[in-house]
């Protein structure tokens, strides 16, 4: 049966390690620096506009969130990086709970969400490694795909494949504004929730 992606409900938001949802449904890891359009890729997936919020004062509070969709799998959200303004214990929290979530946790697919406009950033290469040291299926969401001019595409795509060291993960090039890249992404998400252990 097919993944109902309209169906989502809120479930929790961890701030500590044993907060962490430890059950057997497949979860979908998200992840992004703050500002990239993370709950924005969000809510075109789940084709429901507000469901994340959008432009949240970024960064504020590291959080994973948890959504339930269609009683079948779980959305993570892991929380945004990168945020210049963030205090620098806040910044430690983070470091902490993703390098805890990424050393312990199992996931059956991790959503990189980059800048497609950008080289990505000294974190999203950290986060790239983290990914990668899991050995999980990954996906890399381009994001922002419309605002860069379809001769300078690949070029991106490239840097973005080089930096961090994506090898033959794929890269979607992405619009949460426009849907581009969404039935793409759907796929994998739907193949992941059918698939996955959990916990
Ligand atoms: N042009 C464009 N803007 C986007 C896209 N995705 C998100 N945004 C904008 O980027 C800003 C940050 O989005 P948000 O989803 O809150 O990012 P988050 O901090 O990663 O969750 C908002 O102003 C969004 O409207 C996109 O694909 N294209
Ligand atoms: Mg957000």
New binding site residues.
């Given amino acids: 049966m097919a993944l109902n992606l309209q169906k989502a409900e809120f479930v929790k938001s961890a701030a500590a390690p044993d907060a962490l949802i430890r059950d057997a449904l497949p979860k979908i890891v998200f992840s992004?620096?703050?500002?990239?359009?993370?709950?924005?890729?969000i809510?075109r997936v789940l084709g429901r506009e507000g469901f994340?919020?959008?432009?949240?004062k970024?960064g504020r509070t590291a959080h994973v969130n948890y959504f339930k969709i269609d009683g079948r799998a779980y959305f993570v959200d892991l929380p945004?990086y990168g945020y210049a303004q963030v205090a620098r214990e806040e910044k430690a929290r983070w470091s902490r709970l993703m390098e805890y979530f990424f050393a312990n946790m199992e996931f059956s697919l991790g959503v990189f969400?980059v800048d497609c406009r950008h080289r990505p950033t000294a974190e999203d290469v950290t986060m790239a490694g983290w990914f990668r040291e899991t050995g999980s299926p990954v996906v890399v969401a381009a994001?922002?795909?419309?605002?860069v001019k379809n001769s300078e595409l690949q070029a991106k795509l490239d840097t973005i494949r080089e930096s961090l060291e994506l090898g033959d993960t794929e890269i979607i090039p992405?619009?949460?504004?426009?849907g581009e890249g969404e039935r793409r992404l759907a796929a994998f998400l739907e193949f992941a929730a059918r698939g996955g252990a959990g916990a």
């Fill in positions: 992004g620096k703050s500002n990239v359009g993370k709950s924005s890729v809510n994340a919020r959008v432009g949240a970024p945004g969400i994001n922002k795909r419309d605002k992405f619009s949460a504004r426009t």
